[in-house]
Antibody, heavy 124, light 111 residues
Framework: QITLKESGPAVVKPTQTLTLTCTFSGFSLNTPGMSLGWIRQPPGEAPEWLAL???????RYTPSLKTRLSVTKDTSKNQVVLTMTNMDPVDTATYYC????????????????WGQGVLVTVSS | QSALTQPASVSGSPGQSITVSCTGT?????????VSWYQQHPGKAPKLIIY???NRPSGVSSRFSGSKSGITASLTISGLLAEDEADYYCTSYTTSSSLFLFGPGTKVTVL
């Protein structure tokens, strides 16, 4: 059974860097084919995916936020860390980590399961 | 602004069937079978209820079904229950650099 849990600050100030950790169990990011993603959801809005990291340390970022995002993994701890620089109040959202599901030609098909999410508020 | 289009709200009485649509383009919904649907109750994480257009994960009620015609996918909830009141999001793979799209969401209200 795969479980995921996000952790990080509840509040960050504008211009600061956000660091979030996803701690997971039930799989290893050393296993070929495995990956993990980050998704955020502003209050009252739809989710959007942010970043993906693969077993071979390949990474993908959503184009609109690419310059502000970084994702890394620590396979010994079963953790993935997302950093987002230059935070702004519009970045206020619940941030989730989730397991992406791919087909044989690496089309991203869906995310499942998801963690419970962590609400991050950007405010001075 | 999402590249997928969903109605903002759909409502129905208990026991009725309702359908939520999700319209995209030939680069996403119309070109692939990678359409999924999520149910989200307030304060909870989205829950996968349909994947690959019309497949239900284990444990999801058979009252939920999916279909697709052209560039429009649909989620049907039959025998509507009070517990079905939630937000529903469609998603799709896309050939654009965005890689993966979420719809704007549809609020389902049980009258």
């Amino acid at each position: 059974q795969i479980t995921l849990k996000e952790s990080g600050p509840a509040v960050v100030k504008p211009t600061q860097t956000l660091t979030l950790t996803c701690t997971f169990s039930g799989f290893s990011l050393n296993t070929p084919g495995m990956s993990l993603g980050w998704i955020r959801q502003p209050p009252g809005e739809a989710p959007e995916w942010l970043a993906l990291i693969f077993w071979d340390d390949d990474k993908r970022y959503t184009p609109s936020l690419k310059t502000r995002l970084s994702v890394t993994k620590d396979t010994s701890k079963n953790q993935v860390v997302l950093t987002m620089t230059n935070m702004d109040p519009v970045d206020t959202a619940t941030y989730y980590c989730a397991v992406p599901r791919w087909n044989d030609v690496y089309d991203l098909m869906w995310f499942d399961p998801w963690g419970q999410g962590v609400l991050v508020t950007v405010s001075s | 602004q999402s590249a997928l289009t969903q109605p903002a709200s759909v409502s129905g009485s208990p026991g009725q069937s309702i359908t939520v649509s999700c319209t995209g383009t030939s680069n996403d919904v119309g070109g692939f079978s990678h359409v999924s649907w999520y149910q989200q109750h307030p304060g909870k994480a989205p829950k996968l209820i349909i994947y690959e257009v019309n497949n239900r994960p284990s444990g999801v009620s058979s009252r939920f079904s999916g279909s697709k015609s052209g560039i429009t996918a649909s989620l049907t909830i039959s025998g509507l229950l009070a517990e079905d009141e939630a937000d529903y999001y469609c998603t799709s793979y896309t050939t654009s650099s965005s890689l993966f799209l979420f719809g704007p969401g549809t609020k389902v209200t049980v009258l």
